[in-house]
């Protein structure tokens, strides 16, 4: 049973107007790229190129390593300049492969061949899927392949197209729905030939008008397939928030969105898929966003996978004259990570650079008085986890508390606690710090 909502959330300025109508624009990178190999969950792909091979854009440089792992594939031609360890957009170093763009972009041979999907048998679709190295690409980075194989096909009930696009400042899923309307579809049918069982339903929150008019024209005819528009409220894309809506289903603790007979995709996952299957094509390349107040044009582009953020952000302007911004992130505000420098790559998970002029979180902090036990934070919690008692076990690191008794870990960092808190307290920075040191106890438990 469908809903128009699920229970909580919060409703900030949405900030889109920076670049909401600012159609797409191509941008070739024109220095190094580089590849992280580990730009999934899973375990990181495996290196198959050296230093000094020639490489074509298309082709395969890290091979999946495992199940839970996925193809990292050059978004350019050159030659590997190293193989070495180099620090992402997390802050962290991960080994990647580092290639010298020739500025030709030279495809491998046999990408762009077009193909059926109606000709294909599941194993071969899931196989292409696979080795164009598709991951979610609204930041989960989970690899699709394994997503599109549960272990009971047959309950699957909705394959879900997540358009939601809730984070503020992005517009790159909302152009890519606007322009783009005809291959997600496809997507997704290509999706549905995979589970007979199941119907489409592209979600889209109703402050994209354009995107559901384009949607709802592409899927007319479609028997199987309904655009549904929902109220404007984040964090309508996360996939508890969704599956709520569309399935009417709670996920409990440990369930997968299979276990609620859901697959649930972003939308410029499902055009990969697409790209993938009908036009031979691997991820090489993705919609970004580059947005806030500390550049000069907002700007959507279409962006090789490798490409520099630090070109990205001079792609829109630089920041503004005499200005130096006070926060960049990767990412909206909300859940967005901070970014210490631009000399990162840009990877398959990334749709945002967000430069601000002002740190909200430091502005906060100024301002932050003890917790008023307001309960509003309970309140906005979309998975009516209590955040005004985790706080206060989180800032105590009784963790056996924070995990057993309230449920922490089930915490999605959405922030919508940390917006609304009227004491300023850092509650998703606490839930974040406290996760990663239960995580980190864990496996040193395991050895």
Known sequence: MMRKTFQGGVHPNDQKEYSRDVPFQAYLPKGDLVFPLGQHIGKPAKPVVKKGDEVLAGQVIGEADGFVSANIVSSCSGKVKAVESRRTVMGTTAMSVVIENDGKFTLAEGIGAEADYKKMKKEEILSKIQAAGIVGLGGAGFPTHVKLAPKNPEEIRYIIANGAECEPYITCDDQLMRTCADGIVTGLKI????????????????????????????????????VLAVPTKYPQGGE????????????????????????????????????????????????????????????????????????????????PDGAEPKKILSGGPMMGIAMASLDVPLQKSNNAITV???DEVELSQKRMTACLRCGRCNHVCPLGLTPQMMGVAAERKDYERYEKKLYGLECIACGSCTYICPAGRPLMQLFKQAKAEIMAAKRAQRG
């Open 240 to 319: 508890r928030s969704i599956i709520k809506v569309v399935a009417g289903r709670e996920l409990k603790l440990g369930m997968l969105p299979a276990d609620a007979g859901c697959i649930v995709d972003n939308v410029a996952t499902i055009y990969a898929i697409y790209k993938a299957v009908c036009k031979s094509e691997p991820l090489m390349e993705k919609g970004v966003t580059i947005s806030g107040d500390g550049v000069k044009n907002p700007c959507n582009l279409i962006v090789k996978i490798g490409t520099s953020c630090q070109e990205l952000v001079d792609a829109a302007g630089g920041f």
């Open 191 to 226: 999706m549905l030939s995979m589970f007979p069982g199941a119907e489409g339903v592209i979600l889209i929150e109703q402050n994209k008008p354009e995107a559901i008019s384009a949607m709802e024209k592409a899927v007319q005819g479609e028997q199987k397939i309904r």
């Open 356 to 358: 601000l002029m002002e």
